[in-house]
Nanobody
């Protein structure tokens, strides 16, 4: 069974950047899509960004122009580059991979942005 592991979270100041990584235990070449979600305290899980197998990306409005999804197939890794971070970006970030009829989640990584 494929496993996903997120890393790269941490505590930063407003305006700073972080790059999250989502590394899979198998090749990501066959993933139909990879999505990044986040869940802030007391809120539901929110879809932040996605990338299809063909490389098409999409972002929720609140992060457009600040966040970028990319992938390195050779490293089995998908990245979420987060720039100009704001306090409202504080959340646990999860990656999710779509594999045919199933989906796999990572364990999450905490991002905290303070002013």
């Amino acid at each position: 069974q494929v496993r996903l592991e997120e890393s790269g979270g941490g505590s930063v100041q407003v305006g700073e950047s972080l790059r999250l990584s989502c590394t899979a235990s198998m090749s990501i070449f066959s993933f139909k899509a990879v999505r990044w979600y986040r869940q802030a305290p007391g809120k539901g899980r929110e879809l932040v960004a996605s990338m299809t197998a063909g490389g098409t990306t999409d972002y929720t409005n609140s992060v457009k122009g600040r966040f970028t999804v990319s992938k390195d197939i050779g490293k089995n890794t998908v990245y979420l580059q987060m720039n100009s971070l704001k306090p409202e970006d504080t959340a646990v970030y999860y990656c999710n991979a779509a594999l045919g009829a199933t989906a796999v989640w990572g364990q999450g990584t905490q991002v905290t942005v303070s002013s």
